[in-house]
């Protein structure tokens, strides 16, 4: 039995439009719905036949809906949300798939007191943005975070679990607190790192006379990769998930630190010790499946 037969989706950029085109291919009799706050988004959805329906307003695309998931930018969940709480069925579940939760579960519920707020969090993506940009696998063995509030549900957890595993994703539950102090390291400490680390590339441009962008070897190409990723998603994700990303760029700052003391004291076992450790959390992640060993991180060279 399918977990829901009719699903809102609203924001039809990559990550939305990735849901819909997945529940078209892995549960096809599910009826999809979707809203863009963005006309010419909603038009390129049109066309592009993703969704059973696009809705012109956020209230006309939730009204029959038993799911609605928000794949908007996590500063604006709350603000969404009250769009369309008038016409929100009592029975519906409403979801998201913003990269920091305990904030979103503050504003969905405030936003929506009534409602059943079951937050998830796949954690998936690329560097590409807009409706043109989705496509059908990009949840298949990736992580999706199930991130209920204290005292949900457990049927309506288990539901939109279901959902996740329909698309192809592996599942974990985590509090919303532990989700983001996790993220904080993996994806969001990362990212601030790539950002920083293109811009300063970007300043000393104009001193190296274009050398630093025509002599970039692979490590500071895949530095660009990250730092091209949508900047309102990003911007949103710090603001909303700064105490944890404060906590670990302390711990970060320290680490570096000690490497910088390293290097300056000529501490070669201590490099030794910290790249082979690094090497062996790589090799960790490609044996998990999050990740291939393909040459080159597949760059071909023809």
């Not at 012109?56 to 794949?71: E, K, R």
């Not at 908007?72 to 016409?87: K, L, S």
């Not at 592996?170 to 969001?188: F, I």
Request: proline share 5%; with cysteine; hydrophobic share 45%.
């Amino acid at each position: 039995m399918l977990p829901f037969a009719r699903v809102t989706i609203i924001g039809l950029g990559l990550i939305g439009s990735s849901v819909a085109r997945a529940v078209q291919a892995t549960m096809p009799t599910v009826r999809v719905t979707g809203y863009d706050a963005d006309a010419t988004v909603r038009e390129a959805a049109d066309q592009l036949q993703f969704c059973d329906d696009v809705a012109d307003s956020a209230g006309a695309a939730v009204i029959d809906a038993d799911l609605v998931i928000l794949c908007v930018p996590v500063g604006i969940m709350g603000d969404v949300a009250a769009e369309f709480a008038a016409e929100l069925p009592a029975d519906a579940i409403v979801s998201d798939v913003g990269s920091c939760k305990a904030e979103i579960v503050r504003a969905l519920t405030e936003a929506l007191p009534n409602a059943t707020v079951i937050p998830a969090h796949p954690v998936a993506g690329t560097e590409r943005s807009g409706p043109e940009a989705g496509f059908a696998t990009l949840f298949r063995h990736r992580w999706c975070i199930v991130t209920p509030p204290e005292g949900a549900d457990p049927v309506a957890v288990e539901r939109v679990s279901e959902f996740w595993r329909r698309l192809g994703a592996q599942v974990e539950t985590m509090a919303p607190e532990h989700h983001d102090r996790v993220l904080a390291v993996t994806s969001h400490l990362p990212h601030l790192i790539a950002y920083t680390i293109v811009g300063t590339a970007g300043d000393l441009e104009e001193v190296t006379q274009s050398e630093v962008i025509k002599y970039s070897a692979g490590g500071f190409r895949d530095f660009t990769r990250i730092a091209a990723s949508d900047p309102t998603m990003w911007r949103d994700i710090f603001l909303n998930n700064r105490e944890a990303v404060l906590e670990m760029l302390q711990r970060f700052s320290e680490d570096l630190s000690h490497l910088q003391r390293a290097i300056r004291w000529g501490d070669g076992d201590a490099l030794f010790d910290l790249f082979t450790r690094t090497r062996a959390i790589r090799r960790s992640i490609v044996e998990q499946g999050q990740d291939d060993d393909v040459q080159d991180f597949g760059r071909t060279h023809g």
